[in-house]
Nanobody, 118 residues
Framework: QVQLVESGGGLVQAGGSLRLSCATS????????MGWFRQAPGKEREFVAS???????SYADSVKGRFTIFRDSAKNTVSLQMNNLKPDDTAVYYC????????????WGQGTQVTVSS
């Protein structure tokens, strides 16, 4: 398994930006499929964005054009740049990793709070 630690959450006004980072340790990072998820109060956890080992990305429709996922292999981090934030983006954001490309996300971070005020 891989250990994941998120950072970068906080309080921001609508229209603002935040960058979340996920530090990884415990195994080779560069080929891990990784993703960001979020969970708002009273709602189920939902997919936000993912990046595969060779850099292909995917996004939830609600964040397309506003969020960007990218990795820094030298630093063993995967980050989520969030622009034009909306109050609906308020949630706890989780970093996740897969140990197998075809498997489930089986390593999770502890989460970081993002609050967007209107």
């Amino acid at each position: 398994q891989v250990q994941l630690v998120e950072s970068g959450g906080g309080l921001v006004q609508a229209g603002g930006s935040l960058r979340l980072s996920c530090a990884t340790s415990g195994r080779t990072f560069s080929n891990l499929p990784m993703g960001w998820f979020r969970q708002a109060p009273g709602k189920e956890r939902e997919f936000v964005a993912s990046i595969r080992g060779y850099g292909s990305t995917s996004y939830a429709d609600s964040v397309k054009g506003r969020f960007t996922i990218f990795r820094d292999s030298a630093k063993n981090t995967v980050s989520l740049q969030m622009n034009n934030l909306k109050p609906d983006d308020t949630a706890v954001y989780y970093c996740a990793a897969k140990s197998r490309v075809s498997g489930p996300y089986d390593s999770w971070g502890q989460g970081t709070q993002v609050t967007v005020s209107s």
